[in-house]
């Protein structure tokens, strides 16, 4: 099992740039597909954005194509998100997510992920 913590939310304007970071703990991390959802109020947990363990391998949700990236550093058990030209409907609270069973077509599901960080608030103004 691994431990995730999310920092980096804050409230941005539409057309700025944030990055998002996951700190992981744990033994498994370098083992771990990883991922960024996103929940809205009154919404589901949306994916954003997935890489596989080595990071060869990244997945994004068709709306953030081009604006985000998603990148990872396992010596420091880091998972990264970069957002730019951010647009009010990106406001949500931002979760990390990770799993050592992830396979591509699974790669967007919630529910297949084991550990969840506890979020991290973003808004966007217009």
């Known amino acids: 099992q691994v431990r995730l913590v999310e920092s980096g939310g804050r409230l941005v304007q539409a057309g700025d740039s944030l990055t998002l970071s996951c700190a992981a703990s744990g ?6 597909a990883m991922a960024w959802f996103r929940q809205a109020p009154g ?10 363990w080595n990071g060869v391998n990244t997945y994004y949700e068709e709306s ?21 030209k951010l647009k009010p409907e990106d406001t949500a609270v ?14 967007r ?10 979020g991290t608030q973003v808004t966007v103004s217009s």
């Open 27 to 32: 033994r498994s991390f370098s083992d771990y």
């Open 43 to 52: 919404k589901d947990r949306d994916f954003v954005a997935g890489i596989n």
């Open 64 to 84: 953030v194509k081009g604006r985000f990236t998603i990148s990872r550093d396992n010596a420091k058990k880091m998972v990264y998100l970069q957002m730019n």
């Open 94 to 107: 931002y979760f990390c997510a990770g799993d050592g069973g992830i396979t591509v077509d699974i790669v």
């Open 109 to 118: 599901v919630a529910k297949e992920y084991e550990d969840w960080g506890q």
